[in-house]
């Protein structure tokens, strides 16, 4: 079973800056697009930003211009910069992974690591 790693969560003030990675624990299967959701306190999880192999990017509307996604030279390994931090940043944060695995469909979600921002 593959795990997804994240780091780099925490907390910050508005204004600031932070920079989250992940990773999967075993590269057994072909990578499509990897990226990251977020859910708010009370609310429903939403997307932030997607990358595919190809190097395409999809933001959500609140990301653009002050979040930036990217991935290492290997493509495993997949970063989102978050500058400009707001209060309503505050979320945990999902890493995602699409891919396939023998021709079959798979989905990967880390487990969240919590992003605070303080006024």
């Known amino acids: 079973q593959v795990q997804l790693a994240e780091s780099g969560g925490g907390a910050a003030q508005a204004g600031g800056s932070l920079r989250l990675s992940c990773g999967p624990s075993a590269n057994i299967f072909k990578i499509n697009t990897m990226g990251w959701y977020r859910q708010p306190p009370g609310e429903e999880r939403e997307l932030v930003a997607l990358?595919?192999?190809?190097?395409?990017?999809t933001y959500s509307n609140f990301a653009k211009g002050r979040f930036t996604i990217s991935r290492d030279n290997a493509g495993n390994t997949v970063n989102l910069q978050l500058n400009d931090l707001k209060p309503a940043d505050t979320a945990i944060y999902y890493c995602?992974?699409?891919?396939?695995?023998?021709?079959?469909?798979?989905?990967?979600w880390g487990h969240g690591t919590q992003v605070t921002v303080s006024p």
């Open positions: 990358m595919d192999t190809a190097g395409s990017t």
């Open positions: 995602y992974y699409k891919g396939t695995y023998y021709g079959a469909h798979v989905e990967y």
